[in-house]
């Protein structure tokens, strides 16, 4: 069973995931019902506390809560008025005080939902903090992976991109590597975190290695600002080396998937030709984004107050 | 049978026009019970895409599905991540993947909306896109008119203002052209657009003559910044000329209604005493607004999948 | 029996107050619930008018209309086009022609949420306008103190800070002294407002002697930009005169409670360790306020339309 708070994907064993997964399941079932809803959730409220904004995943997250019937309500803070760490927590305390049965919490300092967690009765989700991790996403990429390909188990997955940097690669290489997938990551040297190999993955500094005998493929969106100077000489000089096109994608399976968490800097990381239709999967991952988002919440938010003890 | 999308009132046949009406009759009624909710759309999901912000039409927009027990997600994007049309279309497409029954889409420049409606599986709606067209805001003043004065047909209707920049010239000029009024435009010669004839509509540059006889007359919203330099020489001379006021009311009917899109630079385009009560018909137009919008999200998110094949 | 409005504590009757009190008892009795929604608004839509940005507030009013099962809609007019007052009426009443069941106003300047409800249909409940009152505040405060107390007459409340500006130190002074209470204000002499005896209150320069047998202490907010210079000559100063701390809470009864508005400097109005837990009530304000609309919405909202001749 899961814990009270979904904080990382490190976190999670291997049975608390299938269970989301498998959950998810049945939510993908009502999104595809004429109404698309279920009283689950009724009478519950979910908080979307957006300290950094995105507009897309709490889009995601409001259209989850609302198809379980819970009440959804927005707190996006301005950032003028939360300079110290401590008044968010005090906001965090002060939305606690009304009792909501979930806060989902971005925030663009890693470790923050953990912070806010250790405090509230609510349960707390993690919507992406920092460079840390983004759980949700990794577990909508291996609901994607999964119904594509029947399994996760055995894949090889390569992870293109700032590796260093970036909350979605390092929730997506332990929910792979959990569910027993080999991963591997591709990028410069300066975008490969020093510590990678523990993380039970193997690095590559070239793609034609990288995506040799590859099941899927996810490349990462590039902060185009880290693309001039220390990280790397130019975006030209990225996209040649490691952004995905069709005549790279050869090297991988016949039936590869490409993937990519949005938005696409087209051109950048994808070619124009890879970002719309197969193999990419990318509308599935966000169409999948909201049957996950769904399980997550009716997992934490739809318990009963007695089982919480 | 109207179409999958509301993109423009140039699209729509009579017939469609009247159905839009007819079924926006059933939700006034709806409007004056005392429990305003029907359930007709429950389960159902609206997105308000506003590329340009407008909370009034938002607003509409939102009650109106709210009162057809619809899931309203807003959804505004920030103008900084959104530079390139591409980007647009990746945003349309992300939210079209969580399945929503309809997409509510304003954008500064004409033509997107049909853009993102091409790309679409969801009905969309143009909620005003540049100096294009802005359809719900000519049906609602249709159905306003039909109120007060039991029909459209045979009536003199004179638009006064901007009409080469004005969205909600072009669609009241269609709309009700459509329905068998005798439509007249008034304004400086800069701001009548060199195409006026083929539209159907007489052009006037005096107001006594342009008034004579109108059952109804519309004043625009003046763009202020407009007003100085190219297209009129002063905001005063403009109010001198064409700011409407009881004097130059009288060319007009006994019974003339006057109209106005809202919101109103009071001394500008309508003198002070006309812009509240009657012959004002202002707030029945915003009334009317919900149960328009009603009406149109009734007709293309209430369909059933089969029947969209 | 209330008016229709929520303006004031000022207007209010002893028993008006005591009916809001009562009622959030019902209200509180809901939020301990496993489903904290009933249906007594359901189809009935609520706006938030928020001319000034209060994310706090408009959560709280949003939460209380949701487990009411009313439709809220959130409307925060952009700064830039509310210059004029003339716009913010009509702002207001083209809201009131979408046949709103409640209209929550909060803006910076006192005075406005009666001039709206003077031009609205649907009832107004002001969230707070200037220096003015922010009754729903106090009436929470009240609610706090009497579960706390068991009553309200006969209590001794010190209230603390810049009591010349602030609409929660006269909301609660009107509060407090109309249900019996002795209220007593404690701040430098430039934030005492000059007919503060008209008021009923006793002013004192210094803690030791306001705090003297305070069964409740409430702590102000102070807004950091009037401390330097013209009120008070610095924070270190401020906070070492007036905030309060464990020492000076020794001149208060054993058992006081310390109460705050939010949200708090820590170590200015109040020392850390008095901001988080007993004596401190304040989380029990922010779940009390939740009550507390609740109430004035059913009381305001949930009349029916025959009732209001």
Known sequence: MM??????IEDLSREDIELVLETAGHMQEVGRRDVKKVPTLRGRTIINLFFESSTRTRTSFEIAGKRLSADVVNFS???SSLKKSESILDTAKTLDAMDPDAVVVR?????VPKRIADELAAPVINAGDGAHEHPTQALLDLLTVKERKGRIDGLTVTIIG??????VARSNIYG???????VRVAAPPTMIPANVDCLGVKAFGSLREALDGADVVMALRIQMERLTGAYFPSVREYSGTFGLDRAKLRFAKDDVIVMHPG???RGVELAHDLADGRPSVILDQVRNGVAIRMAVLYLLAGRRPESEA
């Open 77 to 79: 803070p301005s950032s």
């Open 176 to 182: 792979f590597t959990k569910l027993g997938a080999e």
């Open 107 to 111: 925030h663009a300092v890693a470790g």
């Open 263 to 265: 938005p696409v800097n």
């Open 162 to 167: 700032d590796i260093a940097h970036s909350r």
């Open 3 to 8: 814990g009270t708070d979904l904080l990382a």
